[in-house]
């Protein structure tokens, strides 16, 4: 069974950058996503990726700013945020599941993280304005 552990969080200014790392053992899975929770909110999908990195997928809320990628060397999944937004504050989770989770990503809708099997402890994430 597959193990993550994210790092990486912290407190930013808004539009500042942060990168969140995931490193998963013993390697990573078929599909790898990010997921956050603020308080009060429900857990939302961010990113995911398919193993060997070739397919992204992404929330309409964070296209164009957050970039997933894994370096398979380092059995390592990447969230790179850029121009954060208050909005953005919240727990960031790192989470692995086989190529159903990938594939049903989009219409998965509520039920999307009951698809990834393994959970990291999260790490957070606050943006000032």
């Known amino acids: 069974q597959v193990h993550v552990v994210e790092s990486g969080g912290g407190s930013v200014q808004a539009g500042g950058s942060l990168r969140l790392s995931c490193v998963a053992s013993p390697v990573i899975d078929s599909c790898m996503g990010w997921f956050r929770q603020a308080p009060g909110k429900a857990r939302e999908g961010v990113a995911a990726?398919?193993?060997?990195?070739?397919?992204?997928i992404y929330a309409e809320s964070v296209k164009g700013r957050f970039t997933i990628s894994q370096d398979n060397g380092k059995n390592t999944v990447y969230l790179q945020m850029n121009s954060l937004k208050p909005d953005d504050t919240a727990t960031y989770f790192c989470?692995?599941?086989?190529?159903?989770?990938?594939?049903?990503?989009?219409?998965?809708?509520?039920?999307?993280?009951?698809?990834?099997?393994?959970w990291g402890q999260g790490t957070q994430v606050t943006v000032s304005s």
């Open positions: 990726i398919y193993a060997g990195g070739a397919r992204t």
């Open positions: 989470a692995a599941g086989t190529l159903w989770a990938c594939n049903t990503w989009y219409s998965s809708g509520p039920d999307r993280e009951n698809r990834f099997g393994t």
